[in-house]
Every structure is written in structure tokens, then in C-alpha cells.
């Protein structure tokens, strides 16, 4: 069956562009809360730590991933303090990591643990260098999961 | 997605698939490219580490903060950094005067680049925990005062902006640290200066700024100072004395270039 062209008119194409626009709008709103979320979830994590004299960086990163893709967030860490990174997903069914390698690629956390929600690892730099965190979703229902990741010195 | 570096999958990375980490992995096979941003460490970060290797004299590093903006939007955002650098000196400094003085100053010169509205409310709670001698919470608001400026300058599309207040910040946190360690040297107290990515990754922002903002004299004048900077804290963790005392001298000068009025 063919469908007759409609003939063009400016009020409905302002109108599907008003609609389009709304959509990419909340589109884009819903994507910003579940890192928000996930965000609160990390700093959620840190709470425990703050009381121990941690003292929680304001700056954050986040973003959604697929299971089983990492990412690498490249960190200056000074020899002499003590840090901990938590990792937070909105997501209640997904499982999460979080670990730290130095510039030579080894291992370099002394401490980590994972729950539903949350990722940790604590590290004490055994020199003052470049280290890469690396984050992953390990398992997830869906496609992508939102997560974002806080630290914190003392 | 906000402030994501390098993305790389199981196969090249060579993860296990097993929840314990490897213990070790091969770095050399990410692609160079994909690094595209480093964590940039609060001033705060380093002098908790001085102040645990020795007691600087915190009242001898402290300066006297810019409270004028400079020429351009450049160097405004520049000295801007410097000046949120000073406050956390000032922190360690235990000076409640001078941090008042620094939250004016941070008001002062969003208000030229046009983000004071996202500081207004940190610039009062630092000067208030200022008034309690509350240094905690002053260091907290500090860091959220950068935060914030660097959010709205990302919300009025001026990154750029957001990476020199962010460059300003560290150049006076380097210079203030090679000034301690220079006055009294420790092997230890010098490897905080190795710092080979972000030196690199400022390099980098630097190279790929907008022509107006590379193209000024200034901007310019960092660039190239960097790229001496570089090779002294690239190699190994071991700093020379007379490594700490050629980085202060390059930083020192930047400041100086920063903190004075363009032509």
C-alpha cells in the first residue's frame, strides 16, 4: 500500500520539531540523572571514609558502558598519602569493579570490595607517578550501565 | 560522558574474565591516542604530603593574591587558578585574613569571566569557615569553588578557559612545592614533582586550544615553558636539587608573567 505524501505544512513541522526537541531534552535529562545517581551511590560509599579523615575530591567521572568494557582513567597519585576510590552504579543487579595499576602495569591496590551498588579500592602508593584506574561492569540485565567514580586523600 | 580517558576491551588490555584482577597488564598495548585526560590533583594533595615529611613554613610561601582581572579572558582564568592555589597555602598557612582576602579575589575574577553566579555561595562559605578557623571545610570549598568555575565555564562552552584555570592552579602548586623542597631537600620530598602525564596532558590542551587564546602572547609563553618543564620530571622519580631548583625557576617566571598585566 502507498501512502500519498502529505502536503507540507509549517505549524506540524514546527510542531515534530518541538516534539523531537522535548524528547532529546529529556533524553538527555534521564541520562544525566542516572549518573547523578550513580554518582550518589560513590559518594554514598565514601561516607564511612570521610569520618575517618578522607577528604572526598569534588571532581567526579562517569559515564555509561556495555558489560565486560573497561575504561581507564589516567591519575596522578602522590607517595605519602593514602586513597581510596568508590565506584557507584544506579543499577541494583549490576556488579562492578574498580582497580588501580601502576605505570608499569602492576597492581597496585592493598584493599578493595564490591557490593551490589558499589566498587572500592585503596591504594598506597608506593611511588609518586602516573596509575590507571580501570572500570568495568561485570554483569548487567541491561545494555548499558550508568556508574561514576569519586576519591579521596588523607 | 564527563572527563573519560582511555577506553580499552578485554582483548587488548588481556583482562581475565574472573572477578580478581590480573596482577599485572600490559599498558604499552593502549593506543596513545585514546589518552585524552588526566586527573588533575588539587594543591592540597601534595602539601598533605610535605606537611607530613617536614614542616614547611607555609607563612613564607604565602603571597599577597591578584585581585584585578587581567587583560584578556585568557589570563584572567589563568590568574584565577593561581589564586585558588593560593588559598589552599593559605590553609596550610592556618591565615584566616589572607583566605578571606582569596575569597573576595576568586568572586572578583568569575565575576570577569562571567561565572560568579557558581561561586558566590562557595566564595561566602569560605569566607565564613575562614572566620571559624574551620580549615577543613575552607580546603572542601576551595575545591568545590574550582569545581564550580569550571563547570559553568564547561556550560558557557569556554573549556579552554576551564583548562588554563586548571593549568594556572597547578604552575602555583608546583612552584610553591619546588620552593619547600628546595629549601630543604629530600629525595622524597622531589618525587612529588613526578608528574610526567600531567605536565604532558597540559601540553597537550595547550596545543589544541582555539588559535585566539594559543595565539596570545601569554598562552603562548606557557606552552613553551612547559615543554622545558617536561623533560626535568619525565623520567625516572628521581629528582635532582638542581632539577627542583631549575622547575622554580620556570615556574616562578610564569607566575610572575600571569600575575602581571598584559600589554
Redesign the interface.
Same mark, same amino acid.
Given at each position: 500500500m502507498k501512502t500519498l505524501p502529505r502536503p507540507f505544512s509549517l505549524k506540524t513541522a514546527f510542531r515534530n520539531l518541538a516534539i523531537v526537541c522535548l524528547g532529546v531534552a529529556l533524553l538527555s535529562q534521564t541520562a544525566r540523572a542516572t549518573?547523578d545517581d550513580a554518582l550518589s551511590y560513590a559518594l554514598q560509599a565514601a561516607d564511612p571514609y570521610v569520618k575517618e579523615g578522607f577528604?572526598v575530591?569534588?571532581?567526579?567521572?562517569? /559515564?555509561?558502558l556495555p558489560v565486560?568494557?573497561?575504561?581507564?582513567?589516567?591519575?596522578?597519585l +602522590?607517595? /605519602?598519602?593514602e586513597y581510596w576510590f568508590w565506584m557507584g552504579t544506579d543499577e541494583k543487579g549490576a556488579?562492578i569493579?574498580v582497580?588501580v595499576?601502576d605505570?608499569?602495569?602492576?597492581?597496585a591496590e592493598v584493599e578493595k570490595w564490591?557490593k551490589p551498588h558499589f566498587a572500592a579500592a585503596r591504594v598506597i602508593p608506593k611511588? @609518586?607517578? @602516573?596509575y590507571?584506574l580501570?572500570v568495568e561492569i561485570?554483569k548487567a540485565e541491561h545494555e548499558r550501565t550508568h556508574w561514576a567514580l569519586s576519591y579521596g +586523600?588523607? | 560522558?564527563?572527563?573519560?580517558?582511555? @577506553? +580499552? +576491551?578485554?582483548a587488548t588490555?588481556g *583482562?581475565a574474565?574472573a572477578?580478581e584482577?590480573?596482577?599485572?597488564?600490559?599498558?604499552?598495548k *593502549?593506543p596513545a591516542k585514546t589518552?585524552d585526560?588526566?586527573?588533575? !590533583?588539587?594543591p592540597?594533595?601534595?602539601f598533605?604530603?610535605l606537611d607530613?615529611?617536614q614542616s614547611p613554613n607555609w607563612h613564607e610561601i604565602l603571597r599577597t593574591v591578584k585581585t584585578n582581572p587581567g587583560g584578556q579572558r585568557s589570563q584572567t582564568a589563568l590568574v584565577l587558578g593561581t589564586v585558588i592555589a593560593e588559598g589552599f597555602i593559605a590553609v596550610e598557612a592556618k591565615d584566616s585574613e589572607e583566605v578571606k582576602k582569596i575569597g573576595r579575589a576568586v568572586l572578583n575574577l568569575a565575576n570577569a569571566i562571567h561565572v560568579e553566579k557558581s561561586v558566590r555561595a562557595r566564595t561566602t562559605s569560605i569566607i565564613e569557615a575562614a572566620d571559624k578557623k574551620d580549615w !577543613?571545610t575552607v580546603?572542601?570549598e576551595l575545591?568545590?569553588a574550582?569545581?564550580d568555575v569550571k563547570n559553568a565555564m564547561t556550560e558557557l562552552k569556554d573549556d579552554q578557559l576551564a583548562q588554563l584555570v586548571s593549568l594556572g592552579g597547578w604552575l602555583r602548586g608546583t612552584e610553591a612545592l619546588t620552593t619547600i623542597v628546595g629549601k630543604n631537600y629530600t629525595k622524597?620530598g622531589a618525587?612529588?614533582?613526578?608528574? !610526567?602525564?600531567?605536565v604532558e596532558?597540559f601540553e597537550r590542551r595547550l596545543s589544541e586550544m582555539d588559535p585566539r587564546l594559543k595565539n596570545s602572547a601569554l598562552v603562548s609563553k606557557v606552552q613553551k615553558r612547559l615543554l622545558e618543564i617536561r623533560p626535568l620530571i619525565s623520567d625516572s622519580?628521581d629528582v635532582s636539587q638542581k632539577t627542583v631548583e631549575r622547575i622554580r625557576e620556570i615556574t616562578a617566571d610564569l607566575i610572575q608573567s600571569i600575575t602581571t598585566k598584559e600589554p
Amino acid at each position: 500500500m502507498k501512502t500519498l505524501p502529505r502536503p507540507f505544512s509549517l505549524k506540524t513541522a514546527f510542531r515534530n520539531l518541538a516534539i523531537v526537541c522535548l524528547g532529546v531534552a529529556l533524553l538527555s535529562q534521564t541520562a544525566r540523572a542516572t549518573i547523578d545517581d550513580a554518582l550518589s551511590y560513590a559518594l554514598q560509599a565514601a561516607d564511612p571514609y570521610v569520618k575517618e579523615g578522607f577528604t572526598v575530591r569534588e571532581d567526579y567521572w562517569g /559515564g555509561d558502558l556495555p558489560v565486560k568494557q573497561q575504561k581507564a582513567i589516567v591519575h596522578q597519585l +602522590f607517595k /605519602g598519602n593514602e586513597y581510596w576510590f568508590w565506584m557507584g552504579t544506579d543499577e541494583k543487579g549490576a556488579k562492578i569493579s574498580v582497580h588501580v595499576y601502576d605505570s608499569n602495569g602492576n597492581i597496585a591496590e592493598v584493599e578493595k570490595w564490591q557490593k551490589p551498588h558499589f566498587a572500592a579500592a585503596r591504594v598506597i602508593p608506593k611511588a @609518586t607517578g @602516573t596509575y590507571y584506574l580501570i572500570v568495568e561492569i561485570e554483569k548487567a540485565e541491561h545494555e548499558r550501565t550508568h556508574w561514576a567514580l569519586s576519591y579521596g +586523600f588523607r | 560522558m564527563k572527563k573519560i580517558s582511555l @577506553t +580499552f +576491551f578485554l582483548a587488548t588490555a588481556g *583482562f581475565a574474565m574472573a572477578a580478581e584482577p590480573p596482577a599485572h597488564i600490559d599498558l604499552g598495548k *593502549f593506543p596513545a591516542k585514546t589518552v585524552d585526560d588526566v586527573v588533575v !590533583p588539587v594543591p592540597s594533595e601534595v602539601f598533605s604530603v610535605l606537611d607530613k615529611l617536614q614542616s614547611p613554613n607555609w607563612h613564607e610561601i604565602l603571597r599577597t593574591v591578584k585581585t584585578n582581572p587581567g587583560g584578556q579572558r585568557s589570563q584572567t582564568a589563568l590568574v584565577l587558578g593561581t589564586v585558588i592555589a593560593e588559598g589552599f597555602i593559605a590553609v596550610e598557612a592556618k591565615d584566616s585574613e589572607e583566605v578571606k582576602k582569596i575569597g573576595r579575589a576568586v568572586l572578583n575574577l568569575a565575576n570577569a569571566i562571567h561565572v560568579e553566579k557558581s561561586v558566590r555561595a562557595r566564595t561566602t562559605s569560605i569566607i565564613e569557615a575562614a572566620d571559624k578557623k574551620d580549615w !577543613p571545610t575552607v580546603r572542601v570549598e576551595l575545591d568545590r569553588a574550582l569545581h564550580d568555575v569550571k563547570n559553568a565555564m564547561t556550560e558557557l562552552k569556554d573549556d579552554q578557559l576551564a583548562q588554563l584555570v586548571s593549568l594556572g592552579g597547578w604552575l602555583r602548586g608546583t612552584e610553591a612545592l619546588t620552593t619547600i623542597v628546595g629549601k630543604n631537600y629530600t629525595k622524597d620530598g622531589a618525587e612529588l614533582l613526578h608528574q !610526567p602525564k600531567l605536565v604532558e596532558y597540559f601540553e597537550r590542551r595547550l596545543s589544541e586550544m582555539d588559535p585566539r587564546l594559543k595565539n596570545s602572547a601569554l598562552v603562548s609563553k606557557v606552552q613553551k615553558r612547559l615543554l622545558e618543564i617536561r623533560p626535568l620530571i619525565s623520567d625516572s622519580g628521581d629528582v635532582s636539587q638542581k632539577t627542583v631548583e631549575r622547575i622554580r625557576e620556570i615556574t616562578a617566571d610564569l607566575i610572575q608573567s600571569i600575575t602581571t598585566k598584559e600589554p
